[in-house]
C-alpha cells in the first residue's frame, strides 16, 4: 500500500518534457516535488500562477503564495503571475498538456466525482469543471476506499459529478489503472498488494490480463 508520497512519486513518472501541468489540490500538489531535473515542466494553478515549485516544507511556507485550493506552495525562478482570467483562458485553449486531479470517487468508465459532499460545506470547486471539460489527459490521484474500507472505484459515481467520461487513467494506494474503451484496465499493483486484494477494494468491474507486475519508483 502507497503512501501520499509514493502516489505522487508514481504520477510523476507520467509527467513528460515540455508539459504544462494543472495540479489539483491535495495529493496532486506533491507530484511537483519528484520531477526529474532533466525535465522542463511548468506546473499550473488556476488563480493564475504558472511555474510552481515544490511543495514547502513546514516552516518554510509563505503565506501569501497559495495555488487555487489556498494551499502554501513554491514557485520556480522566471514564474509568472497572472488572473484567473488568463488562467482559465489557458485551461480553456487546450494549453495544459495533464492535468492531475484528486477524486472522492472514480467510475470504471472515466466519470469523476470531486467538488462536493452533499450537505457539506464547500470552500469552492476551484476549476476542475473546466479543467476536466478541456484537458487533454487526465490522471487521478486518490486513496482506493474510504475511511470506512468502501471502494471508492465505482461502477457509477454516487457523488454529484464534475466531469463525464474524462479521466483517462487512476493511480492509488493499491494500483495503477487505465480507463479504456472495453472498462478499467488494471496495469500495475503496488509493492506487497495482490490481485485479489485490488480487486476486492474496488466495486467497477477490472479486467485484469496476464501477470500484473509492481510499480516500479
Known amino acids: 500500500m502507497l503512501t501520499k508520497e509514493q502516489i505522487a512519486q508514481r504520477i510523476s513518472k507520467e509527467v513528460k518534457d515540455r508539459y504544462y501541468v494543472n495540479l489539483g489540490i491535495g495529493i496532486p500538489t506533491l507530484v511537483a516535488n519528484y520531477i526529474p531535473e532533466n525535465l522542463s515542466v511548468e506546473f ?55 492535468t492531475i486531479l484528486g477524486a472522492m470517487e472514480v467510475s470504471e468508465n472515466g466519470d469523476i466525482a470531486s467538488w462536493k459532499i452533499p450537505g457539506k460545506m464547500v470552500k469552492g470547486m476551484g476549476g476542475a469543471m473546466d479543467l476536466v471539460a478541456s484537458a ?46 472495453k472498462g478499467l484496465k ?19 468491474k477490472l479486467i485484469v490480463e496476464g501477470e500484473i507486475p509492481e510499480m516500479q519508483f
Do not use: W
Not at 75 to 84: I, K, M, Q, R, V
Open 44 to 98: 499550473q494553478s488556476e488563480n493564475g500562477i504558472l511555474g510552481m515549485g515544490p511543495f514547502p516544507y513546514e516552516g518554510e511556507e509563505d503565506a501569501d503564495l497559495i495555488n487555487a485550493g489556498k494551499q502554501t506552495i513554491t514557485s520556480l525562478p522566471g514564474a509568472s503571475f497572472f488572473d484567473s482570467a488568463f488562467s482559465f483562458g489557458m485551461i480553456r485553449s487546450q494549453k495544459v498538456d495533464l
Open 136 to 181: 487533454q489527459n487526465i490522471i487521478v490521484a486518490m486513496m482506493h476506499t474510504n475511511k470506512a474500507g468502501e471502494s471508492k472505484v465505482l461502477k457509477n459515481c454516487t457523488l454529484p459529478l464534475t466531469g463525464v467520461k474524462c479521466v483517462k487513467k487512476i493511480v492509488s494506494d493499491l494500483a495503477v489503472m487505465e480507463v479504456t474503451a
Open 186 to 204: 488494471l496495469l500495475e499493483r503496488a509493492p506487497g498488494v495482490s490481485v485479489e486484494d485490488i480487486v476486492k477494494a474496488t466495486e467497477a
